[in-house]
């Protein structure tokens, strides 16, 4: 039935829960298994006055950590599933649906909700997003 599962992941816990979901469907389907994660890119330096505010997170540090968070996820994955790793910059549910799209993946798998936080990868609204704009199915895991 699936031949491309595409997995969102932010190391959140529901992230945890939908990529174990997505390797099952995988293995059950011999489907191959991507792994996503967004790198959101910080702000531009914002003026304020005639004093520049400084921006403290760097791209190269997001774009390692997103690294990190896609190798750490792939290590979970049993042997058997073919799995590939994607790191993606801009804002996550545009980047997720254009993935499905450039991969040809038939089904997505993502978590109700992210990390919470400004350096968040994955929130609810992207499940949401990704969820009206996709192309081809999606699985929301809660």
């Given at each position: 039935?699936?031949?491309?599962?595409?997995?969102?992941?932010?190391?959140?816990?529901?992230?945890?829960?939908?990529?174990?979901?997505?390797?099952?469907?995988?293995?059950?389907?011999?489907?191959?298994?991507?792994?996503?994660?967004v790198v959101v890119p910080p702000p531009r330096p914002v003026l304020a006055g005639p004093y520049a505010v400084p921006v403290t997170t760097d791209l190269e540090e997001l774009e390692r950590e997103g690294a990190h968070i896609v190798e750490r996820a792939a290590a979970t994955v049993p042997e058997g599933v073919r799995v590939e790793t994607v790191v993606r910059k801009g804002a996550p549910g545009p980047a997720v649906v254009e993935q499905v799209a450039e991969g040809g993946h038939d089904l997505v798998v993502l978590g109700s909700r992210g990390r919470g936080a400004i350096r968040s990868l994955f929130l609810g609204s992207v499940s949401h997003y990704v969820l009206h704009h996709s192309p081809t199915a999606v699985l929301i895991v809660r």
């Open positions: 039935m699936y031949r491309s599962v595409l997995a969102a992941v932010d190391g959140s816990e529901h992230a945890e829960r939908a990529l174990r979901e997505a390797v099952d469907l995988a293995r059950a389907e011999g489907a191959a298994l991507t792994l996503i994660t």
